[in-house]
């Protein structure tokens, strides 16, 4: 089945809420008539926020750099509060701030099915937690200046 309206992308987000699609971690919680949120695991919470325009919802991350773990707010509110200014890079961008790191993809919802929603959802999950492990763990060792390494 293929949607061409949001009311048909707000009908799928509503059936990934009721039960977990099977492509994904967890199931989608409703935080407003155009967002939902997915917990993946301690470090991310993925959204998912319907753009008033094109036909396009946006997937997003945000974490704090602190450590203290993901955060809820949605993108636009993180770019507000940071002051900053999200760069459009294609497919993927990553937003940083001085206090948190975000990670965040536009996906055309035009003729996009459940299926392939899901499956772009567990994909940025995926990313997510590789993009994300360097800000999580410590910082990996520069080598010595004065040191010649072979590898």
Known sequence: MHVSTKSQIRHIMSGLSETRHHLLHDRVVALAASRWMMPVNDNAIIQIELMHHDNQALLSSTLARDGSGPLKASFLTMLLLEDTIAHAQSPFGICSGAATVTLHRFIDIEMITND????????????????????LSPPIAEPLADKRYSI
Request: cysteine-free; proline content about 0%.
């Open 116 to 135: 392939q929603l899901a499956l772009a959802i567990a994909n940025f999950a995926r990313l997510n937690d590789i993009i994300f492990a360097d800000y």
